[in-house]
């Protein structure tokens, strides 16, 4: 497992895993020396690691292009001299945005068509993977999910933002009205997929991985001020994200009718009363990410 560590990584979060299954090296995705010796001694690669905050994004782009395409660029060369299997993972946002009653998701075929910096990123590292595989046999698949929620995720995204403020005793924040949608997947889902398609999953293919969990920002909060016995109208509206993407929706018909895949985590309120409790329970892992993540928000008044 290779991580540099950044503000978005945490160690606490491999403790009470098995410690003969897996060995932890600090370092960046885009250093090719250590790239080349850790791929030379592995079976296959999934490349996770990237920069993924679209608000970060809007503040300073530069890491993005250096972890997400120069990262990216690093591992399909090492990969490509030592024949190694890869899977490339990516996001539903390559694909831009969907109208709110568009009856349309995204399919495998839906052209490119990012709005952030952040998506920009993924999309050429996706292009990236995908000439790769057409230029040098590159053998690999890319996955592009949707919004994950579940334990152990960071405090700037949207869902631990507002747990973690209600038990600060502070108000959620949504952006604009709160009417843009996201395609809510848990974790776990998102993991077993991985691994159908790290298994199973034709070469050169790409696989849209999602759980029919469409809901716009509003009902999420709602249901998280519900759970945490707060009121409904307990939230703030703040400046609105700039090119905040409207909808996405996935279609993921191919992953589920040609490799057999379908999600466990299928009702959305059950995992998020999990979840709740999970923020609950784990303060100490959240906690030292808290402050520093708000001032930055409270900088663009969010
Ligand atoms: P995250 O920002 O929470 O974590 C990123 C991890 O990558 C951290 O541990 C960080 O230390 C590490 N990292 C960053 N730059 C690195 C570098 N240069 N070298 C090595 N390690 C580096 O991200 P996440 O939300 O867990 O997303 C993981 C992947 O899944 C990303 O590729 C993202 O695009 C993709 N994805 C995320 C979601 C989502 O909803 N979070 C949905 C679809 C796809
Ligand atoms: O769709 C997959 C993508 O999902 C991943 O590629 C990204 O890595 C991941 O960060 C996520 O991107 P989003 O921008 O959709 O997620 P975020 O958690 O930042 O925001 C979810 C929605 O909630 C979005 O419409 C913005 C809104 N939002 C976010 C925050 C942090 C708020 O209304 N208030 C907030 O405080």
């Known amino acids: 497992m290779l991580d540099k560590l950044t503000y978005a990584g945490n160690l606490a979060s491999l403790e009470g895993l098995a410690g003969d299954r897996f060995r932890f090296v600090r370092g960046d ?8 010796s850790l791929v030379a001694g592995a079976d296959a690669v999934v490349h ?3 920069e993924s905050h679209n608000d970060n994004s809007l503040r300073d782009p530069r890491p993005f292009l250096e972890t997400n395409i120069v990262g990216t660029y690093t591992l399909i060369e090492a990969v490509r001299r030592h024949g190694t299997r890869f899977h490339h993972i990516s996001t539903d946002e390559v ?12 399919t495998e075929s839906t052209p490119y068509n990012p709005s952030s910096p952040y998506s ?3 999309a050429g590292s996706d292009l990236l993977v995908r000439a790769w595989v057409r230029s040098f046999g590159l053998e690999a698949t890319i996955s592009n999910c949707s919004n994950n ?10 869902i631990p933002r507002q747990i973690t403020n209600v038990i600060d005793g502070v108000r959620p924040k949504l952006y604009g009205k709160g009417e843009n949608v996201r395609d809510w997947i848990h974790a776990n889902d998102h993991s077993s997929a991985v691994l159908t398609i790290l298994e199973n999953g ?38 609105d994200r700039a090119g905040h993407d409207l909808r ?4 993921s018909t191919k992953l589920r009718t040609e490799l057999g895949w379908s999600p ?32 930055k928000y409270k900088v663009q008044g969010q």
Do not use: C, S
Request: cysteine-free; hydrophobic content about 40%.
């Open 29 to 36: 995705v885009a250093d090719a020396t250590l790239v080349d």
């Open 264 to 295: 466990q985590y299928g009702d959305f309120e059950t995992g998020l009363a999990a979840t709740i409790q999970w923020y609950r329970d784990n303060e100490n892992w959240w906690r030292p990410q808290k402050a520093a993540t708000e001032a």
């Open 149 to 158: 929620y579940g334990p152990y995720q960071h405090v700037e995204k949207f």
């Open 248 to 251: 996405y929706a996935i279609d």
């Open 48 to 50: 996770y690691a990237a």
């Open 95 to 106: 694909y831009g945005d969907l109208a709110l009653e568009d009856p349309a998701r995204f």
């Open 202 to 239: 034709a070469i050169g293919e790409t696989y849209l991985i999602g759980a029919d969990g469409e809901k716009n920002n509003k009902d999420v909060v709602e249901l998280i001020l519900k759970e945490m016995g707060q009121a409904p109208d307990a939230y703030d509206l703040v400046v």
């Open 120 to 122: 920009a990123t993924k």
